[in-house]
C-alpha cells in the first residue's frame, strides 16, 4: 500500500517475535540518499509520530548494511538517544 513511498514490503514478523510487522526490502529513502539522518528525519520519527497519534504505536528500525527496514506495528518505539544505532 505505501510501497511507493519506501520501496517494495513483505510481511513478517516483529522485531519482538509477534504477528504485526513488515520488512521493506530495500528502503528508497536509504537507497536514494544513503544518509542516516535523511533516514531518520524523512521517514523513521515522522512515520512513528503519525500511527502513535493514530492510536497505533509503532516502532521502525532500519538496517543501514542491507538497506532493509523492520516495521513493527504495535510495539512502541525505542527513543533516538537510548538506541545504539544512532550516532
Not at 18 to 39: A, D, P, T
Not at 72 to 78: L, Q
Request: proline residues 6%; glycine residues 12%.
Amino acid at each position: 500500500a505505501f510501497g511507493f513511498l519506501v520501496g517494495p514490503a513483505r510481511v513478517n514478523l516483529r522485531s519482538d517475535g509477534q504477528y504485526g510487522g513488515i520488512v521493506v526490502n530495500k528502503c528508497k529513502f536509504l537507497q536514494e540518499s544513503g544518509c542516516k539522518g535523511m533516514c531518520l528525519h524523512s521517514c523513521k520519527l515522522p512515520a512513528e509520530q503519525l500511527f502513535d497519534e493514530l492510536g497505533l504505536p509503532l516502532r521502525v528500525i532500519p538496517n543501514f548494511d542491507t538497506q532493509e527496514c523492520q516495521w513493527s506495528f504495535g510495539e512502541v518505539s525505542v527513543k533516538v538517544e537510548e538506541d545504539g544505532d544512532w550516532p
